[in-house]
């Protein structure tokens, strides 16, 4: 059965992510705080960029390994206040997105577990071969799956990455919205939560595949 909590997870993490982290990466010390809004969305552009050259120039994929520990365990918040108000298509917003799917999965991956098989077995299309889970994927394969996503992001072919996300969240919608209708008419307020995160999973997924287009083209700022 679905927890109140679980349901809620991704619904809340844009709005209210205070995982506290002890420092930012070394690389940005001296990057974050701007206060103007041109200046942060400078800061954010930059920091996106930085970190992806930081990781995709390093030949052992030691910094990749390094930094996805440390995200799953303490978060990004500094990186991650900047990213959050950057435009949802643009290279910093997609790495929030990239981020909020491993801060949602990690923070309950049985609830993602039971909606990611749900919609793997409603929905019609090859979303769940394009994300790339196994069939059918325990918590733990799914946990493996966003940090493999993330790995891809920082070290393979970032456009791949992000249509692999995409096709995660279309698959996870579909399960929310399954599963919400099931809820309905005996526990709406859970069915309203439900519907509500199958909503931001579905602008989630718009927005990762706009960016691994923009990507392709050159375009992604």
């Known amino acids: ?13 844009p709005q209210q992510f205070h995982r506290p982290v002890r420092r930012p990466p070394a690389a940005f010390d001296n990057l974050v705080g701007a206060a103007d809004p041109a200046e942060k969305s400078r800061v954010a ?22 930094l996805i ?21 643009s290279l910093p917003g997609a790495l929030w997105r990239l981020h909020l799917l491993q801060v949602a ?58 249509e692999r996300a995409a096709a995660y969240c279309r698959v996870q919608a579909s399960g929310a919205t399954h599963t919400a209708d099931d809820y309905e008419p005996t526990e709406p307020g859970r069915a309203g939560d439900l519907t509500t995160r199958a909503l931001r999973l ?12 923009a990507w392709r083209r050159g375009a992604l700022g």
């Open 105 to 162: 999965i990690r923070s309950d991956p049985s609830t993602t577990a039971l909606l990611y098989e749900r919609g793997r077995i409603e929905l019609r299309s090859a979303d769940a071969v394009i994300a790339g889970a196994p069939t059918p994927a325990s918590p733990d394969e799914l946990v493996a799956l966003v940090d493999t996503i993330l790995r891809g992001a920082f070290r393979g072919d970032f456009a791949v990455a992000l």
């Open 202 to 213: 579905s602008d989630y997924a718009e927005d990762l595949s706009a960016s691994a287009r």
């Open 45 to 66: 552009h930059a920091t996106a960029s930085a970190l992806l050259e930081r990781t995709r120039t390093d030949a052992t994929g030691e910094a990749t390994e390094r």
């Open 69 to 89: 520990a440390f995200t799953a365990e303490h978060g990004i918040d500094d990186l991650a206040e900047l990213w959050a108000q950057a435009p949802a298509r």
């Open 1 to 13: 059965m679905l927890s109140p909590a679980g349901t809620r997870t991704l619904d809340r993490v």
